[in-house]
């Protein structure tokens, strides 16, 4: 009995030992966020990374030299892929699609069932189950909406100007605006007249400070801003 006792004390410790293990090896460490926080940082192969607010990005604990390397992003991230000496394939996934890369730099949103990519340098392939690759070269933008893909050509950086603490808005609808907002700083935007919705503002606005945003808002001369602790009420100044 002395025999079969120790024996079963010695299996639930192997077992104990064996659990916290496997949960351990099973947490993919991760870059995040909080609202209206910008970050940078590196990811262990060298790659640079400008982490948008409200955004999270996990990747493997084991990078190998000769295998791809993979990450997840939910919200959006600024990459500059490093090349390695095996040049092998930077990974990433969203939700809609994988991204191919081998060195370059571009931006990626996956957000709000939506999934976008801007490229800036280099090339990249994008990949969605069912369907044709996409090839795209700097300047090509691809948005999975609606259950479909367009690409499209940009001409201006507006997409990267949050990299800088920035919003470039043009001709964008108030009801975009206050999305935005309500993305970074995860504060309610309410809109006090639905006719704001198709209003639009040109400009480009400071994206480190909500009060002062708001601030620049309201010079435009158009709106009144009301804040509480909780939300934000913008209607027409008439």
Sequence with gaps: RIWYAAAAVLLIGVLTISLKFLVNTSVKPQLATNYGQIKQDKLPDGTEI????????????VWKEDADREVWIKGEAFFHVKKTAHRNKFIVHTDAFDIEVTGTSFDVINRNGKSSIVLKEGS??????????????????????????QKKTVTRQDYLAWTESKLVFDNTSLKDVADIIT?????????????????????????????????????????????????ITIANKN
């Design 50 to 61: 400008i982490l948008n607010a409200n955004s999270k990005l996990t990747y493997p604990k």
């Design 124 to 149: 990249v392939k994008i990949h969605r189950p069912g369907q044709a690759t996409i090839l795209m070269k700097p300047g090509d933008f691809v948005e999975f909406a609606n259950e479909q893909i």
């Design 183 to 231: 993305q970074h700083y995860g504060i309610e935007v309410k809109l006090a007249d639905n006719n704001l919705s198709d209003k639009t503002i040109t400009g480009i606005m400071p994206n480190d400070n909500l009060d002062v945003l708001l601030q620049s808002l309201e010079a435009t001369q158009e709106f009144i801003i009301q804040r509480t602790n909780n939300a």
